[in-house]
Structure formats: structure tokens, C-alpha cells
């Protein structure tokens, strides 16, 4: 009963969830693999993602929006890997009014490489981080009122943020993989 639950029902370039009918995916397909401008929408036509594949595999920016229609990721692929500064934003005070920044966090062949900075929600600076290759160089963080904290917090601080962050980038990942296409 469970696999019927979480069948996809192909509807020419559409798919329509039956484990989350509330979300509706539009993408093109090429040789039996996802390729082109893919969409997530809700019924009512608003974004939840968009994004592109080639030969299958996610490229370019992926833009993620909740369901109350607030933007709150943009992540940059190549070849399924995330390149280029991913960034996240808190849901807004007031619906669709602009989200104050979480985080930005470069990447280079879908690891950490760079800088990352989190904020605060009240738009102070929580976190800067300096990552090359995935391994964490140095750590500086600040307290909601902006006192520094001493740097074995601060590398506290950042093992749990990416820990945190790995969890919901993987969340949005499969939200996309369970929302189509499916090409087969």
C-alpha cells in the first residue's frame, strides 16, 4: 500500500506527486534523464523551486521559496554539486515583505571553500568562517548583541552550524528528488 502511496502519476512533462499532492513539478526530459527548466509549484501556481538539469543532473541556480511564498534558499550547482555562494534567508516579519539574511556560504566542488557569514535574526553578524577544501580554517562568532565569543566557541558554533546546515540542504535536495521528474 505504501508504494502506492508514493507513486508518481506522469502527466506529459508534469508530475504530480501522490505522496505530496499539494505540489505539482513541470520538467523537460531528454534520453530518459531530466534536462532543461524544472519548476515545483503548489495548485495555486506559486514557486516552492526552480531550477534547470543537464543530462540528469541539477545545473545552474535553484531557487527555493516556503509555501507561504517567501524566499528562503538559492543554491548554485554544477554537475549536482553545489559551486558558488549558497545563501539562505529567515522567513520575514511580515509575509513577502524582503527576509533578512541567514547565510552565505561559498562552496567549490559541493564543499565548503571560502568565506561563510550567518547573521543573526535581528541582522546582526552571528558568524565568519573561512573554509578551504571542506576543512575549517578559522572561526570568528558574536553574540545577538554583538560581543565576540572566544574562538573555541566560535569553532563550536561552526561544527554544529554545518552540521545544521548539511541537514537542511539535504531536506531541500529531497524535496526536489521526490518532486520529479522522473523520466523513466
Not at 133 to 140: D, I, M, P
Not at 154 to 182: C, K, M
Amino acid at each position: 500500500m505504501r508504494a502506492v502511496a508514493a507513486a508518481l502519476i506522469l502527466c506529459g512533462s508534469t508530475v504530480v506527486s501522490a505522496a505530496a499532492p499539494e505540489l505539482i513539478a513541470s520538467a523537460g526530459c531528454r534520453d530518459g534523464a531530466p534536462n532543461g527548466a524544472y519548476e515545483l509549484r503548489m495548485p495555486d501556481g506559486r514557486l516552492r523551486i526552480l531550477g534547470a538539469f543537464a543530462k540528469g543532473r541539477r545545473t545552474g541556480t535553484f531557487l527555493f521559496w516556503a509555501a507561504t511564498g517567501d524566499r528562503i534558499a538559492v543554491i548554485p550547482y554544477e554537475d549536482d554539486a553545489k559551486v558558488g555562494t549558497v545563501a539562505l534567508w529567515y522567513p520575514p516579519a511580515i509575509p513577502l515583505t524582503e527576509p533578512r539574511r541567514k547565510l552565505e556560504a561559498a562552496h567549490a566542488a559541493g564543499v565548503r571553500h571560502g568565506v561563510t557569514r550567518s547573521w543573526h535574526a535581528n541582522g546582526r553578524q552571528r558568524t565568519e568562517y573561512l573554509y578551504e577544501r571542506g576543512k575549517l580554517v578559522t572561526a570568528r562568532a558574536w553574540s545577538e548583541q554583538g560581543a565576540p565569543l572566544p574562538e573555541p566557541e566560535a569553532r563550536r558554533v561552526a561544527e554544529r552550524d554545518l552540521a545544521q546546515d548539511t541537514d537542511y540542504f539535504a531536506s531541500l535536495e529531497r524535496t526536489i528528488a521526490d518532486n520529479g521528474p522522473r523520466c523513466d
